[in-house]
């Protein structure tokens, strides 16, 4: 790991104050104990399969440190475990009957569950990672299923996280390519921070901006060695994604990690899509598919000078905010998700004399602005040959999506958050549509696929 970019990353952190990658790093899981407790007792949590593959080392090293401990709670193995709160629960149940701070052991699911329940617990804990499969290990905030309905519920982040390269190379493959899907998301991620920006609807952090974009290129560089267990290219794999959270941290918003590609996911997420499949289909697959499909979008709309666009005609059509909100439940129609689209979409909605403000911005700043975006991106088929060379579903169909439900995704992920992104661009400059209709038309990005 690069300790430089990493500490500059953890001054800048809310909740995280220690970071341990690196080959061997798990015979340090003690050492980096007590500099974030000092001589607390600590509990092991992991699964069946994680406690496995590194519960019981960390169980052991702690043990030769002379820490006390209490007994380590161990999930079943199977089936794969489901972030839902009855985890949750469960868990501050057994947490309860002591008081020491937890270690998770495991990936993205095991790690929300502690973090949620060491917060009601009103506890730190310390996250040891068992693959490299998502940049949540150093996020805040936990995805758990509660009442039928996938949501982000509030918890700090660890107060140290360790990832040792050795156990990371001998995760499943299919976990080391949704890491890897995830944080090439931040590519298109940051092209819309950067029209954002330059829209003046949210400001970069320059700072903020450089932890994950900096150095994003070199750690998305190796997808095929990820392969062959190359310990270089897990390295910073692991890298990208911790320092993605505390991105995230230091913003205290995900805007540094997430894009219109991850509106594409968390629409097909909070509608169940593979939720079903054991192991569920995972966050950074359908990232990945997202990031294809907006940097495709981008090509169209970077063909088009929007320097041009007609602000009177836009300021004409547009709708009033109970027009749009017809939309959203049309395009959404199903509880509770409908009411959350609406508010989020509330949330972003300018009226008609905004709408033509922000479009003279636009006018105006379009010949840099499109060439910046272009500088930031990579082209869809890019994308697609190093998700592909990862190991990554690169294709909606193959994640389970009807060409039909695929299309209809690039309008309806507009309405689900407020966050600005390309999606909004395209709406409010008209030329969504035409967009889309032009990656499914013969010669389309996507029509090949499609018709096959
Ligand atoms: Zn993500």
Redesign the pocket.
């Given at each position: 790991m690069n300790n430089e970019r990493i500490n500059t990353a953890l001054r800048h952190a809310t909740d995280t104050q220690n970071v341990t990658i690196g080959a061997g790093a798990l015979v340090s899981v003690d050492d980096l104990f007590r500099q974030s407790f000092g001589d607390e007792a600590a509990v092991v949590v992991a699964d069946e399969n994680t406690f496995a593959v590194a519960g019981e080392e960390v169980q052991r090293h702690l043990e030769a440190g002379g820490r006390k401990l209490a007994e380590p709670y161990v999930f079943p193995g199977q089936p794969t475990l489901y972030a839902g709160y009855g985890n949750i629960e469960t868990l501050i149940e057994a947490l309860h009957v002591h008081d020491a701070i937890p270690i998770a052991v495991g990936s993205g699911t095991l790690n929300d569950i502690v973090k949620r329940a060491s917060y009601e617990c009103d506890r730190p804990y310390l996250c040891v990672a068992t693959a490299a499969s998502?940049?949540?290990y150093t996020a805040f905030g936990a995805a758990i299923t509660k009442e039928g309905y996938k949501q982000t519920m509030t918890c700090p982040a660890p107060r140290a996280v360790l990832a040792d390269v050795d156990i990371l190379v001998n995760a499943p493959l299919r976990m080391t390519a949704s890491g890897y899907a995830?944080l090439l998301?931040k590519v298109t991620a940051g092209a819309d921070w950067i029209i954002a920006d330059a829209l003046r609807v949210e400001k970069i952090d320059p700072q903020v901006w450089s932890l994950v974009q900096d150095p994003l290129r070199g750690w998305t560089a190796k997808p095929a060695e990820l392969h062959t267990g190359d310990q270089e290219a897990m390295d910073q794999l692991i890298e990208g994604l911790v320092m993605s959270g505390l991105a995230m941290q230091a913003h205290q918003s995900s805007r540094p990690?997430?894009g219109a590609e991850?509106q594409f996911?968390h629409l097909w997420e909070m509608e169940g899509l593979g939720q079903d499949d054991d192991p569920p289909l995972s966050?950074?697959f359908k990232?990945g598919v997202g990031s294809i499909s907006i940097a495709a979008l981008y090509e169209r709309i970077l063909e088009r000078d929007l320097s041009e666009v007609d602000v009177e005609a836009r300021r004409e059509a547009w709708p009033a905010w109970e027009e749009v909100e017809r939309a959203v439940r049309t395009a959404h129609p199903n509880p509770p998700l409908d009411e959350a689209f609406v508010e989020q979409t509330r949330a972003k909605y300018v009226d008609a004399d905004r709408l033509a403000q922000r479009l003279e911005l636009l006018r105006e700043v379009w010949p840099k602005l499109h060439e910046k975006v272009k500088e930031q991106l990579m082209t869809a088929e890019e994308l697609r040959e190093m998700l592909g060379a990862a190991g990554c579903p690169t294709s909606p169909t193959e994640i389970g999506l009807t060409w039909e439900d695929f299309k209809a995704t690039y309008s309806r992920a507009q309405m689900i958050r407020k966050r600005y992104t390309v999606l909004d661009l395209a709406n409010e400059t008209g030329v969504l549509e035409g967009c889309v209709e032009e990656l499914f038309a013969p010669g389309g990005f996507w029509a090949r696929d499609a018709a096959s």
């Open positions: 998502m940049d949540g995830d998301g990690a997430s991850h996911s966050h950074g990232v």
